[in-house]
């Protein structure tokens, strides 16, 4: 059975690294001694070593130790063996890139599917799409493709941003970008603010957290679904 | 003689497309009784012919009429025989996949390097530098290579938009993006405010418009360039 969280950012404004979700992780990963974390994605460019140290820390809290993706010999092997898998955000093409050179895109959707329990936070939500194609980040590598997860059958959009209607700026607002890509692809895509996230139990999927989520489906307008909506059937 | 014109929008805020352009246009494009549009960035998905439609009526002011590259049997020749090209704003993906699609990045670098007189807005700036991997935009199509132009030997971030310190939201900042750019390269790279534009004459390349740019360079911290700072150097 899927269990999924799927949130948009790891860290919320004046607060520490993940401390609005840990709640909801000590009761995710209750039965993990611990976790595998995918550093791929090198926010600013932070080392896997580095990266993997500060989400140990944090995850000391609720006791469960961490170990990095990089630390095994074989990747392939580390995600098979894994009680949970966690990974970070970061950069979106460089996450993809990694997944797909270390050969494992597909070892953890497969394995993700089979009920390892995973999170992501804003680069590691983005990939539980079918693309990547609605992620906010710049194309500093070039990935072999842009296909993802497909741990839920539609695309995400992590820390979904309000147009600001007093902005004198004329580049796209992030609702025009996500109906350029609806010009070009069918696929709905879900904006979800920071301090938002999505819980996947088995094939129930619902909208956590105290905000709404902005909905975006082709040839629609887009819609705000409440907390606790039940996004089982998007698709 | 390259002749080109890299500017960082189209339209500034309440202000007419081009407007604010006009008049280093007309000097420009002196010389050219019509000029070729390139429409493949296709902004909010507006069609060929509508986008291009929209180039004419602006051009029609300084009496330079305009045919889309769509128009033409042959896209090469279409550009071969070109007075002068402007490449329209929109989605770097998009018009990427479209110059590779119709095999005309290396011919259009070319062309413009050999002295047909070029604008660029926005996307189309984009494409200028050595690589799109500096683009704001999301990545709605899969281009076969994020290799552009090369018109000048640096990478331009168009719509350069500064930190804004009052904000809340844990996204990276602009700055934040271009520096994991330059985590994993070294090519540099220029932010251009709305207003700012590069203007290349042969190997001279000048900041114009009113305002500073921002120039990020690897292992550097970023300054700011005044406007008539001299970039012919800059690689």
């Not at 009761?27 to 926010?43: D, E, G, Q, T, V």
Request: proline letters at 5%.
């Amino acid at each position: 059975m899927k269990k999924i969280i799927i949130a948009s950012t790891s860290t919320l404004h004046e607060q520490l690294y993940l401390e609005y979700l840990l709640p909801a992780l000590q009761s995710h990963f209750k039965n993990c001694k611990s976790i595998l974390f995918i550093p791929y994605a090198r926010p600013g460019g932070i080392s896997h070593d580095k990266y993997t140290q500060k989400v140990a820390e944090t995850f000391q809290v609720i006791n469960i130790s961490v170990k990095g993706i990089h630390e095994f010999e074989n990747a392939e092997t580390a995600i098979k063996n894994a009680e949970g898998i966690f990974t970070g955000g970061g950069n979106t093409f460089l996450l993809v890139s990694q997944l797909y050179k270390n050969n494992v895109m597909q070892l953890l959707s497969q394995t993700v599917k089979n009920g390892t329990p995973y999170l992501g936070t804003s680069a590691g939500s983005n990939i539980c799409g079918l693309s990547m194609q609605t992620t906010n980040d710049m194309p500093i590598v070039y990935p072999p493709s842009f296909q993802t997860l497909g741990l839920v059958s539609f695309n995400l959009n992590p820390h979904y941003l309000d147009t600001d209607l007093e902005s004198k700026h004329m580049g796209e607002t992030r609702e025009e970008r996500i109906e350029e890509f609806h010009a070009f692809n069918a696929i709905p895509v879900l904006g979800l603010r920071e301090g938002s996230w999505l819980e996947v139990k088995g094939e129930k999927i619902t909208l956590k957290g105290n905000l709404s989520a902005r909905l975006f489906q082709k040839n629609q307008l887009p819609t705000e679904l409440d907390p606790e909506s039940d996004l089982s059937n998007l698709k």
